[in-house]
């Protein structure tokens, strides 16, 4: 088995596995499921702040993306694509793919978005039905303010859609003071349960965005709209899988009685950057770190196959690279959710500091010294 550090899918804690495995109903007709699906609903909303409604959709996280798209997007629609990543760009697809015109709003992939600059820009262009925003884009590791960005966006009339995957449950958010319109989630990342769900917060704004459409959706799996009357109705669009919403509610729960669930977040990412830098690797984001994931710069002289094949064979450790214009420059790691506590992240990076000697790479210091320097003075 291997002990997964990747940046989602994450861990998974013993109580989500045993809440999937419990003998199950029929979703169909049975009601008190729709209980059961509502009350993880109104929790997921509780925590992230949100009093929209929240949906819980049966497909991986990219499914939100999309159905976000597909739900507000009428052709020849105006779409700001804001663009300082490589999920940021990625929106602009799901856009085209509904007849919607993406507008690049694109910035230094090194650093996050300033919200200054931005307003700077709408103040000459801001036609735009709504705009895509990414919290934390998995690839680089930058954690845009979208506290900061959506309500200037709102100021202009614009709805927001933020892709909050690789944040939520790891970073502090309030859905309704950030103006976020659709905040798409995914079950696999700090929430720690297993891939296949997305969770969606819609707010009313967004709902009557939809519902006063001059055409009809484009979708059916990607339609927003088909879970509106789910509750009144008692029913669902489609079949919904019990298990797993039996499992990521169980992941919800822990994550709602964690009441030092960002505190520890934030502690050891804060800790994983110093060991990383003070041992002579860098980071590839200049600001905005994500306190979800740390992207590391490949040196030079190595290549990132390397690292991840001697973690993964010598070590049983799984981290990853990254893709797109990434692939092959930067090294991640995961800690999030339940990969964020001190004893798997001090035996990454001690393997991290053995992988390195392999390569016969000299680091400046242990990077799992520092680390558990750090862990000893703080207050976790």
Known sequence: MYKIMTPGPTQVRSNVLAARSLITTNPDIDEEFVEHYKMTCDMIGEIIGST?????????????????????????????????????????????????????????????????????????????????????????GILNDVAAICPILKEYGILTVADCVSSTFGVPLSVDESKIDICCMGSQKALSAPPGLTMLAVSSDAMNAMENRKTPIASFYCNILTFKNYYTEKWFPYTMPISDILGLSKAVKNVYYDKNIYKRHHIIAEAVRKAVTEAGLTLYPEAGFSDTVTAINVPETLEDGQILSIMKNDYNILITGSFDILAGKVIRIGHMGENANIRDVAETLLALDRTFAKLGYPLKAKMSEIFMNEMENSEL
Not at 56 to 63: A, F, K, N, V, Y
Request: charge should be negative; proline fraction near 4%.
């Open 52 to 140: 929209g409604e929240v949906y819980i959709l049966s497909g991986e996280g990219i499914l939100g993306l999309e159905a976000a798209c597909a739900s507000l997007t009428e052709r020849g629609d105006r779409v700001l694509i804001i663009d300082n990543g490589v999920y940021g760009k990625g929106f602009g697809d799901f856009v085209k793919i509904y007849g919607g015109n993406p507008v690049y709003y694109t910035k230094d992939y090194h650093k996050p978005i300033d919200p200054s600059v931005l307003r700077d820009f709408l103040e000459s262009d801001h036609d735009f039905k709504y705009a895509t925003i990414v919290h934390c884009d998995t690839p680089s």
